[in-house]
Structures are given as C-alpha cells and as structure tokens.
C-alpha cells in the first residue's frame, strides 16, 4: 500500500535555526516523485521541492533542501535559516503510478522570534 | 492571471443541497485533480482526470460527481450534502511527463454544511 507518514505533529524552532522535517513513505512503484508543500494560515498551497526516485543528488530550492535516503525510504525536509514567515503546515506528498499523488498528514512548523 | 481558479471560494448550505464547485487551469495540463482537506488539515485525493478521462477515483460516495467538459476544467458536483461534507475543497493540475510533475493548486473553495 502506497502511505506517506509524517511523525511530527508539531515543531518549533527558533528564528535562524535549521529546522528536519521528517517523512517517510511506502510504494512498491520503482519509479516515483517525492514533493513537500506548504500551507500558511491563509490556506493556499505552495509547492517548495521535488525529488525523484532516480535523482542521486538530493533537491535543493534556496533555504530548503530534501535529504532523500532511498534505502530507508525518507524523504526530509531541511529548512535552514528559518524565518518567521516560515510558520505554517508542511506536506510530504508522493506521485506514483497514473499521477496519483497523496499527501501525508503534515506537520506544523512554528518559528519563535 | 490566476493559474488554477475555483470558485465559489466560500459555500455555506443546508444538509440535502446539491451544489457544485468549478475549477479552470489556464496551465494547459492534461491532469486535474480533487481533493477535500478536512478539520484535521487532512489531505484526501477523491478524483484526477486526464484529458477528460477519469483516471482515479478514491472511493468517494456517488453523491460527488466529477465532471469535466474540456482537458481545462473540471467540476464538482455534491448531491444530498452531509454535515461530513464540511472542509476545504482544493482543485490541482499537473502536466504528464514534465520535470517535476507538480501539483498547482487553487485556493481552495471552503463549504459548510448546516
């Protein structure tokens, strides 16, 4: 069965710190795409990073970095230098076969001044 | 121009309405999805669509009904609104066979059922 699981409910972290956002999942697919998105308060949702099965290099997109581990099959989130604005809800989503993507329960990231 | 428009953005009804969501993406996709977001921000894949041709469709009571006119739109229709209804409807599109196949999203069209 194809699952995403994040296991943090809730995170903070302080203002300028790096911040791991954990994911792992679960397909028996060989080939797949792994993404995260971000929902602020106001509720739209923002694609930040993607990473696929194949890809050796892990993604990176400025102040976000994907630590793709295959073998143990995680996907995590590094957000460096957080910032307030970076408080919000953030989504491990996975695309497997016929473009179906699902999402996991996310985690809510709080950044303290 | 927005990229994937819903509307309405906020739907407030009775139980035992009918009413529907719209959604365009002026992206020139091939694939469109539904997905509802309930009270727990849970995210949930109820319908995609390529090229008008209902791929997946993830054991949502006949009472939703997808309906998609051209590869650019693709509509939601809700029959007998239940309290369960309640939560935020987000229409996405991505294109097949691009780099990152990501998902764009619309705003969100958010419903309350009464």
């Known amino acids: 069965a194809q699952k995403i699981t994040q296991t943090q409910p809730g995170m903070f972290v302080q203002e300028k710190e790096a911040v791991t956002l954990d994911c792992t999942y679960d397909t028996s697919d060989q080939s797949y795409g792994l993404f995260w998105y971000k929902q602020p308060s106001s509720g739209e949702m923002i694609f930040l990073i993607y990473?696929?099965?194949?890809?050796?290099q892990n993604a990176t997109e400025g102040r976000y970095s994907l630590n793709f581990q295959k073998a143990r099959k995680s996907a995590n989130l590094v957000i460096s230098a957080s910032q307030l604005g970076d408080s919000a809800m953030y989504f491990c989503?996975?695309?497997?076969?016929?473009?179906?993507?699902?999402f996991g329960p996310g985690t809510s990231l709080s950044v303290i001044p | 121009d927005t990229a994937v428009s819903q509307t309405p953005k906020y739907l407030v009804t009775q139980m035992g309405n009918d009413k529907s969501i719209k959604c365009e993406q002026n992206?020139?996709?091939?694939?469109m999805y539904w997905y509802k977001q309930d009270s727990k921000k849970f995210l949930k894949i109820m319908f995609s669509?390529?090229?008008?041709?209902?791929?997946i469709n993830e054991t949502v009571p006949n009472r939703f009904s997808p309906k998609s006119p051209d590869k650019a739109h693709l509509n939601l229709h809700i029959n007998s609104l239940e309290l369960g209804d309640s939560a935020v409807y987000f229409c996405a599109s991505s294109q097949e066979g691009s780099d990152t196949g990501e998902l764009f999203f619309g705003e969100g069209s958010r419903l309350t059922v009464l």
């Open positions: 669509y390529n090229n008008k041709e209902l791929i």
């Open positions: 989503a996975m695309k497997t076969s016929y473009d179906k993507v699902i």
């Open positions: 992206l020139g996709h091939d694939t």
């Open positions: 990473q696929g099965s194949y890809d050796e």
